[in-house]
């Protein structure tokens, strides 16, 4: 880290420590997420869609909860993952819920939603018309 290395060559070595422990904090949440995502993806491949959930809810627990700041594409797209399976499973409801959290943190990707298939058995419903149209005039 570079403010650690500035630090410590002013000798001010508390400073330098902080800066270190930071960086160090940040791989092991970079790790963390990178798992916890790669776990998702392989339970939701695998259609494992119980541990593909729990997976997903670990992943948002640790961006929501870290103090150290996370870009909000992962924030979206993980919801965006969630709004899915909850379709693949037939529960609209909570599919439909994810999908509209995704779309408060960003997601705006129309085109990819409409050529979704996970998204095939709830396309037609009043409910999802309407969050489309909410967010996509």
């Not at 650690?4 to 001010?12: G, Q, R, T, V």
């Not at 965006?80 to 037939?90: K, Q, W």
Request: with cysteine.
């Amino acid at each position: 880290n570079n403010l650690a290395s500035i630090y410590d060559s002013l000798n001010m070595k508390d400073s330098a420590k902080y800066y270190k422990k930071i960086s160090y904090e940040k791989a092991m949440l970079q790790n963390d997420l990178e798992f916890f995502l790669w776990q998702v993806k392989n339970f939701y491949d695998a259609k494992n869609y119980n541990d593909a959930k729990k997976a997903a809810f670990i992943y948002l627990d640790i961006l929501q909860n870290s103090t150290i700041s996370y870009n909000m594409d992962a924030i979206q797209n993980i919801y965006y993952c969630l709004a899915c399976i909850y379709s693949l499973e037939n529960n609209t409801a909570d599919a439909l819920k994810y999908l509209e959290q995704s779309f408060q943190n960003g997601f705006n990707d129309f085109n990819h939603i409409k050529k979704d298939t996970d998204f095939d058995n709830i396309r037609n419903t009043k409910e999802f018309k309407e969050l489309m149209k909410k967010y996509f005039k």
